[in-house]
């Protein structure tokens, strides 16, 4: 069709029995083995500087003899594996459980053990299907901090959280770090920097074998936010994450181990969180579970004019849906309780859930 490297970005979206109507008519293709359907499909191809685009009915691209193109569908397609226990069929919840005082949203808050462990308990409560703990900030502007107080933040934690049968990720740019919580029984792995701060992190994940959710930023956190430029926002941040991801398969990580993360507000300007927002079922192309952070981010203060970061929960539940219409498995999110619901009531108006009489 043209030259250059092609993206498929789903669209005209389908949920619930519409959605498989029309797959059955031949009319859709399926997104990652879920009741999503997409009927159209926007077709870029990126040569160098240069990008066209053209938008395909599905079934005229699912008849294409163009390899690349058919490869990219059944990289859609594919059924995702459950990484993250959840109520089948809808996004699973990753509550953040953040133990340091200097995080954007809720720094100083939780910074000690025990108010961490109380802050987790509640999260799960709220229907939090996974609890991210983390004891190093990441938000724009901060520094790195040293591996014994990483640890002594969120080792107590993540032992005392899975010992009480929660399920917990652990938040860390540092190989030890992600040994130590493993053994402490942390069941999932979650960098920011993609395994790439730390040299002995793909192999650490390797020999853990647990899940791993590769991120995407640009720049680290101290610098990232500090003229961001990208040619193309999510078609750049499409070719890192795949990168990305051959990386750590080379490394030993078994592909299906593997979440990607487009990274919003990491190295991105307000109008890049947006567009990667507008644009995130393009990511299905990947070929991996997809987990979308926007809880609580500066570019929902910018919309909705809330300096707080603290009191933008009504803004990220707008994300957190428009994340879940596009097909994301994992939210990582602030407000769970909150977020558990605006998706239920998503979902009923999709025909995905009944309600109870």
């Known amino acids: 069709m043209s030259d250059g490297k092609a993206y498929l970005r789903p669209a005209g979206l389908l949920w619930g029995r519409d959605a498989n109507e029309a797959i059955e008519a031949g009319d859709a293709g399926r997104i990652a083995g879920a009741n999503l359907a997409f009927t159209r499909v926007e077709l870029s191809f990126r040569h160098e500087a240069l990008v066209s685009r053209s938008w395909h009915s599905y079934p005229d691209l699912a008849a294409s003899s163009d390899c690349e193109i058919t490869d990219r569908l059944e990289k859609i397609a594919v059924p995702r594996p459950k990484i993250v226990a959840g109520v089948s069929g809808e996004p699973s ?3 953040i459980v953040n133990v340091t005082p200097d995080s954007f949203s809720d720094g100083g ?3 000690d053990p025990d108010s961490a462990i109380r802050h987790g308990r509640e999260l799960a409560r709220q229907g939090a299907d996974i609890l991210d703990v983390g004891g190093e900030s990441t938000r724009p502007g901060s520094d790195p901090v040293a591996f014994d107080l990483e640890l002594s933040r969120v080792l107590p934690v993540i032992e005392a959280l899975t010992g009480e049968g929660f399920a917990v990720s652990v938040d860390t740019r540092k190989s030890q770090i992600m040994k130590q919580a493993s053994a402490a029984g942390a069941t999932l792995l979650n960098d920011v920097s993609a395994l790439t701060h730390d040299p002995q ?4 994940a390797a020999s853990l074998d647990l899940p791993v959710v590769l991120m995407h930023a640009q720049g680290d956190p101290k610098t990232m936010q500090k003229a961001p430029h990208y040619d193309d926002v999510a078609l750049d941040v499409f070719d890192a994450l795949e990168n990305f991801v051959q990386r750590a398969v080379n490394a030993g990580i078994n592909a299906d181990r593997i979440i990607v993360d487009p990274g919003i507000g ?15 079922s393009l990511f299905h192309g990947l070929g991996a579970p997809l987990m979308v952070g926007a809880s609580r981010k500066a570019f929902i203060g910018a919309l909705t004019g809330e300096k707080a970061a603290g009191r933008r929960a009504a803004g990220s539940l707008g994300a957190a849906v428009a994340s879940a219409i596009q097909g994301a498995q994992i939210l990582r ?4 309780g909150e977020t558990r619901h605006a998706l239920d009531v998503w979902r009923a108006s999709a025909g995905l859930r009944q309600l109870a009489e």
Not at 201 to 204: D, G, I, T, W
Not at 266 to 280: I, P, Q, S, V
Not at 333 to 336: E, G, K, L, P
């Open 109 to 111: 808050e939780y910074h």
């Open 201 to 204: 992190s793909a192999p650490m």
């Open 93 to 95: 919840l990753m509550g």
């Open 266 to 280: 990491f190295g991105k300007t307000f109008a890049h969180n947006l567009d990667l927002l507008r644009r995130l």
């Open 333 to 336: 999110v602030h407000d769970v």
